[in-house]
């Protein structure tokens, strides 16, 4: 057995517990025969319809896909999204026990109108403000009753309002103290709110976007020295960056690592951000290197890549190709 497949194994027995902002993914197949009459737009003949988990909630299927168990802590609003994501998460037997429901904020739901494979629109019903602080006080007591369960923490930030600096530092900080690996997967509002995690995974996008760079400081020939400044500066132990079709470069420890993207038959990009975090943060807690949370985690990328639609990893397939690396 390959020492990556022995990796993946251990993922059945950690705990891996997720906070950040939940969301629902709504989907409307259809045909287009015809435009409107009443605009030049398509006219959509709904064939079906479905909601699924997104944003934080998509990093906690992956997680339960690997094998791992699940923990979510999230805030969401106390209408019927709130209501569709409470259901979503039951029916996929996992807990809400860590949902704070706070009166009168909308939940998140990005709603996408396909026809064939091509998506026409996404209509997005959110709010990015703050989360009040009595739903922050409670979210971080049901993080503290659950932190010495868990082998891993996973901070998925959308920029919806769950995490702020002080909520973010408090976890990280009590995390620390009881040896908790942190993993984060960040978004531009709080990118530096972060500081001492374990694990930073922005995209390179975000990289550029949140350290306000030029283009030139994340062409290949100057992107190590671009995240070894950022990881010293910020006291991360790793950086891990995923570059699309240039695969993923990490700096963790005292190794530096860059793999080729695999070659694959790209169906739909969307939520392979999410099936890379899952794993990287898997095969941290799990003990792997710098080279196999790297291999694993860029190859899951590639492997969601194929399926339309957000879906989370297979581990028996990811199981499968890593035994051919």
């Known amino acids: 057995m390959s020492s990556l497949s022995k990796c993946i194994d251990k993922f059945s027995s950690l705990r891996v517990l997720v906070i950040g902002d939940l969301m629902v993914d709504a989907y409307t197949w259809g045909k287009v025969n ?10 959509v003949n709904v064939s079906k319809r479905e909601s699924r988990l997104g944003g934080a909630g998509n990093v906690v299927l992956n997680i339960a896909s690997l094998g791992a168990k699940a923990y979510v802590c999230s805030v969401i609003g106390d209408d019927a999204t709130g209501e569709t994501l ?25 709603e996408r109108v396909i026809a ?35 082998d891993v923490v996973l901070f998925e930030d959308y920029d919806k309002g769950v995490l702020s600096e002080g909520l973010i530092q408090e976890i990280i900080a009590l995390a620390k103290a009881q040896n908790i690996p942190t993993v984060v997967d960040p978004k531009k509002k709080n990118f530096f709110a972060y500081t001492g995690a374990t694990l930073f995974k922005p995209n390179l996008h975000e990289l550029r976007d949140g350290l306000g760079l030029e283009a030139s400081a994340i062409k290949p020939e100057n992107i190590a020295k671009t995240v070894a400044e950022f990881k010293a500066a910020q006291s991360f132990i ?12 990490m700096d963790f420890k005292e190794d530096q690592i860059q793999i080729p993207a695999h070659i694959r038959q790209i169906a739909d990009v969307s939520g392979a951000g999410d099936t890379v975090i899952s794993i990287a943060a898997c095969a941290l807690a ?28 297979d581990v028996e397939l990811l199981k499968k190709e890593a035994a051919k690396i």
């Not at 015809?34 to 006219?43: D, N, Q, T």
């Not at 790793?238 to 470069?249: A, P």
């Open 116 to 150: 064939g494979s091509q998506q026409l629109i996404r209509v997005d019903s959110e709010t990015e403000a703050p989360i009040s602080a009595a739903s922050s006080q409670a979210l971080l007591a049901q993080v503290k009753t659950w932190l010495p369960e868990v």
């Open 34 to 43: 015809r435009i409107s009459p009443e605009a030049p737009v398509p006219v």
């Open 286 to 313: 799990a003990g792997g290197s710098a080279q196999q949370i790297a291999e694993l985690a860029n190859l899951g990328g590639g492997l969601v890549c194929e399926s339309l639609g957000v879906v989370p990893i």
């Open 86 to 110: 409470q259901g979503i998460l039951q029916e996929a037997g996992l807990s809400t026990a860590g949902i704070i429901v706070e009166k009168g904020r909308p939940t998140t739901i990005k």
């Open 238 to 249: 790793g950086l891990f960056v995923t570059m699309s079709e240039r695969g993923v470069y």
